[in-house]
C-alpha cells in the first residue's frame, strides 16, 4: 500500500530539528495528504512511553498549493526525558466518517509510530569519540614469560606454544571450561603500548583483568584483585601511567550481573578461606544471591551454574560495586582507569547503571560509561521493559553492533542504502553525543573474525571444522580487499573507530574461542597493518574525521560516499563494494581533489567529480589546498 501522505522526518521540510531533542525543545512538524485524499484537518497524536500520556495536537492547514493542502504545527518536548511515539490523524468535514491515521485507515490497524527520542542534556567526554579504540583479550594479547598457574582459583593450564589454537573440546562432564592459557599480561601489553599509539590508539578497551577461574575472566572471582596471572595492581598502574605517557586511555571492563561460581563472593569449591554464599548463610555474601533452596538450586545467569546472577538490589551489594567510598568503581578508577564498558547492560536495572554514572559524574567528570547493547540501545527492550540507556542519566555510549552488521551486509551484497538506513536509524533516534560516541567495530571477542566473515562463503556445521578451517588464498584476498574497505569505513564514520586487537595483523576465527587467538607477533600482515597505521594517523590529524558532521552523498547498491565536515575542513569517503569496475558522479564544489590514501589527484567539472573505481576500491577525498 502507498502512502496516502506525505511525511518524512528526516527532512527538514517535514520535521525540525532532525533526530532525537533535548527536554523542553519546539519540535516543528509539516505533512500534506495527497492530491487524491482531500482531508480538512489535521492532528498529531503523541504517547509517551514512561510518562503513559497521550496528547492530541490540532495542525494549522495551509492554503492550497498546485492543489495540496499542508498541514504544520509545533510541540514541545516534555520537560523529562522521554520516548515520544507519534503519528498523524486525517480527517474531512464532510460526514464520511473518513478517518486516515498516517500508514494506513484505523480500520485496517496499520498505525505505525515514528520515534522522537526526548533526553536530559548531560556532558559527555570527547575524548572516547573523538579517539580511536583497540579492545585487547588480555590473555592472548602478549607474553613475556610462561607462567606457572600453580595456586591460583581454576583448574588451569597453559599452553607452551603461543600458536596453539585455544582449547574447544568439551572436558569428560561434557562442559567446556575456558582452562586453558596462554599468559599474556599487562607488563606485555605495556611492552606494546608504542606500536599501538603508533597505530593511532587513544584508548584501550580491556576484557576482564580481575582474578577467576577462566580465560575469559567473566566469571569474576574478585573485583579487588588483578588475575595473579596478568600481574598485579602495581602492574595496572604501570600500565595506566606507560599509556597517559603516550596519550592513550584505558576503560575496563565491569561484569556486575552475576560472579563465577569460584569466587570470593560464591565460593562453591571452598578456594577461598572466607566463607562464601554457597558454604554458609551467615557468610557476608549470602545476600548477594538467590536461592531455592540454598544451597543447590540458585539463579544464574542463562541458567549457566558457572555464573551465580547477582541480587544487584542488596544494599551490601551496591555499597561494594558503587557507593562506598572505595567501591569498585571508584577503586580502579583512582588506580588509572578512565572508564567502564558494563558487560551485559541489558541484564542490569537501569536504575543500578544510573548509579554508576552519578559516582562517576560526581567524583570523575572525564569518565566514560560505555555500554553493551547488541540492538538499537534508544528502543531496547530487555525482559519485557523498555530500557533508558541514552536518555541522559545512563550510558554515555553504546556499543555499536548495527554497524557493524550493516558495514559486513553492504560489503558482502553491495546494497549501499540498506547501510544508510541503518545508520541514519541510529542517527535519528540517538542524542547526539551518543551517535557521535557510540563504538563502531568490526569484530569483538563475541563476534567470528572479520577477515573470516568478509573471506569465507562457507557454511560449517560442526566445531571441528571451524577449528581446523583456514582462508584459502583465493578468500583470504578477497576477504583483505573488502576488510580495507571496512577499515576505511569505520575510520571515517561517526563514532569511535575500534580495533579487536589482531584484525588489523589479519587474523582468521570463526566464533569464540577460534576468534580468541593469540596476536601473531611476527607474522602480520605487512599491508594490511600499514593501511590500519594510515587511517589511524588520518583519524588523528584531521578534525573532520575526529568530531565533524555527517552528509551522506551516496548510497545505491555497490556505491556508497559520505562527507565528513567542520567548517573549516571537509573528506569524503568513497567505496566501491563491487567486484566490478564502477563509475561514480560525486557532488565537489572546490578545487581540485586528493586521495589521502594514494596520493592521487582528480580535477572537478561543472560542480562534480567524474569517477571510476576499480572493483573493491576506496578513496578519502580532500580538498589539495591552496588550488
Known amino acids: 500500500m502507498s502512502e496516502p501522505f506525505v511525511f518524512d522526518p528526516r527532512h527538514s521540510l517535514c520535521k525540525s530539528p532532525f533526530g532525537a531533542v533535548p527536554c523542553g525543545e519546539t519540535v516543528a512538524f509539516r505533512c500534506r495528504p495527497l492530491a487524491s485524499e482531500n482531508f480538512d484537518h489535521c492532528a498529531i497524536i503523541l504517547r509517551g512511553e514512561f510518562s503513559a500520556t497521550e496528547a492530541h495536537i490540532e495542525f494549522s492547514r495551509g492554503g492550497p498549493e498546485e492543489d495540496r493542502v499542508c498541514f504544520s504545527g509545533s510541540v514541545s518536548a516534555p520537560p523529562v526525558p522521554d520516548l515520544i511515539w507519534y503519528h498523524f490523524r486525517f480527517w474531512r468535514d464532510d460526514g464520511s466518517g473518513c478517518i486516515l491515521d498516517s500508514t494506513g485507515y484505523r480500520a485496517d490497524g496499520l498505525v505505525e509510530p515514528w520515534q522522537l527520542t526526548v533526553y536530559e542534556e548531560t556532558p559527555t567526554p570527547q575524548w572516547f569519540g573523538e579517539g580511536v579504540s583497540y579492545q585487547i583479550f588480555p590473555d592472548r594479547f602478549c607474553r613475556l614469560d610462561l607462567p606457572d598457574p600453580a595456586g591460583m582459583v581454576g583448574n588451569r593450564w597453559v599452553h607452551e606454544n603461543w600458536a596453539d589454537t585455544p582449547e574447544w573440546r568439551p572436558d569428560p562432564d561434557g562442559e567446556v571450561r575456558n582452562r586453558d592459557f596462554f599468559g599474556g599480561s599487562l607488563a606485555g601489553i605495556t611492552s606494546k603500548l608504542p606500536d599501538l599509539a603508533?597505530?593511532?590508539?587513544?584508548?584501550?578497551?580491556?576484557?576482564?583483568?580481575?582474578?577467576?577461574?577462566?580465560?575469559?575472566?567473566?566469571?569474576?572471582?574478585?573485583?579487588?584483585?588483578?588475575?595473579?596471572?596478568?600481574?598485579?595492581?602495581?602492574?595496572?598502574?604501570?600500565?595506566?601511567?606507560?599509556?597517559?605517557?603516550?596519550?592513550?586511555?584505558?576503560?575496563?571492563?565491569?561484569?556486575?550481573?552475576?560472579?563465577?561460581?569460584?569466587?570470593?563472593?560464591?565460593?562453591?569449591?571452598?578456594?577461598?578461606?572466607?566463607?562464601?554464599?554457597?558454604?554458609?548463610?551467615?557468610?557476608?555474601?549470602?545476600?548477594?544471591?538467590?536461592?531455592?533452596?540454598?544451597?543447590?538450586?540458585?539463579?544464574a545467569w542463562w541458567g549457566i551454574r558457572t555464573l551465580p546472577a547477582v541480587r544487584e538490589e542488596c544494599p551490601s551489594y551496591i555499597d561494594y560495586i558503587i557507593e562506598d567510598e572505595n567501591s569498585i568503581i571508584r577503586r580502579w578508577l583512582r588506580a588509572g582507569a578512565s572508564g567502564w564498558r558494563l558487560d551485559v547492560a541489558d541484564e542490569l536495572p537501569d536504575w543500578f547503571i544510573a548509579k554508576i554514572r552519578a559516582v562517576m559524574d560526581r567524583d570523575f567528570p572525564d569518565a566514560f560509561l560505555l555500554g553493551e547493547v547488541w540492538e538499537d540501545a534508544s528502543t531496547k527492550v530487555a525482559y519485557s521493559r523498555r530500557r533508558r540507556y541514552l536518555l541522559g542519566r545512563e550510558l554515555h555510549g553504546v556499543m555499536n553492533y548495527p554497524f557493524r552488521t550493516s558495514l559486513l551486509e553492504y560489503l558482502r551484497q553491495g546494497q549501499a542504502e540498506r547501510f544508510q538506513d541503518a545508520m541514519e536509524t541510529l542517527r535519528e533516534n540517538y542524542p547526539p553525543a551518543a551517535f557521535y560516541s557510540a563504538m563502531n567495530f568490526l569484530g569483538t571477542h563475541d563476534t567470528p573474525r572479520v577477515l573470516t566473515v568478509l573471506g569465507a562463503d562457507v557454511l560449517l556445521e560442526s566445531k571441528e571444522e571451524r577449528a581446523a578451517y583456514r582462508l584459502s588464498p583465493g578468500e583470504r584476498d578477497l576477504g583483505l580487499r573488502r576488510l580495507r574497505l571496512a577499515a576505511l569505513v569505520l575510520f571515517t564514520f561517526p563514532g569511535a573507530p575500534t580495533v579487536f586487537y589482531g584484525d588489523e595483523a589479519g587474523m582468521e576465527g570463526f566464533e569464540d574461542p577460534f576468534n580468541r587467538g593469540t596476536y601473531p607477533w611476527g607474522g602480520e600482515d605487512r599491508d594490511l597493518l600499514n593501511r590500519f597505521r594510515t587511517l589511524g594517523r588520518l583519524r588523528r590529524d584531521r578534525e573532520s574525521l575526529r568530531s565533524g558532521g555527517l552528509r551522506w552523498l551516496h548510497a545505491a547498491g555497490p556505491l556508497l560516499a559520505f562527507a565528513r565536515e567542520t567548517e573549516t575542513e571537509?573528506?569524503?569517503?568513497?567505496?566501491?563494494?563491487?567486484?566490478?569496475?564502477?563509475?561514480?558522479?560525486?557532488?565537489?564544489?572546490?578545487?581540485?581533489?586528493?586521495?589521502?590514501?594514494?596520493?592521487?589527484?582528480?580535477?572537478?567539472?561543472?560542480?562534480?567529480?567524474?569517477?571510476?573505481l576499480p572493483p573493491l576500491a576506496g578513496l578519502l577525498l580532500a580538498e589539495v589546498p591552496g588550488m
Not at 590 to 602: C, I, N, S, V
Open 570 to 612: 571537509r573528506l569524503a569517503t568513497v567505496v566501491n563494494a563491487s567486484l566490478e569496475e564502477q563509475r561514480l558522479t560525486l557532488p565537489w564544489s572546490g578545487g581540485p581533489a586528493e586521495d589521502l590514501l594514494t596520493g592521487q589527484r582528480f580535477t572537478p567539472a561543472e560542480g562534480a567529480l567524474e569517477l571510476t
Open 198 to 299: 603508533d597505530l593511532g590508539v587513544t584508548t584501550l578497551y580491556l576484557c576482564p583483568i580481575f582474578e577467576s577461574a577462566s580465560n575469559h575472566r567473566y566469571n569474576t572471582a574478585d573485583y579487588g584483585r588483578i588475575d595473579p596471572m596478568l600481574g598485579t595492581e602495581e602492574d595496572f598502574r604501570a600500565l595506566c601511567a606507560r599509556a597517559k605517557e603516550l596519550g592513550v586511555r584505558v576503560i575496563l571492563d565491569g561484569v556486575f550481573n552475576h560472579t563465577g561460581s569460584q569466587s570470593l563472593y560464591f565460593n562453591e569449591d571452598g578456594f577461598y578461606p572466607t566463607l562464601g554464599a554457597a558454604q554458609s548463610q551467615d557468610s557476608p555474601y549470602a545476600g548477594w544471591f538467590s536461592f531455592h533452596p540454598w544451597p543447590t538450586d540458585y539463579d
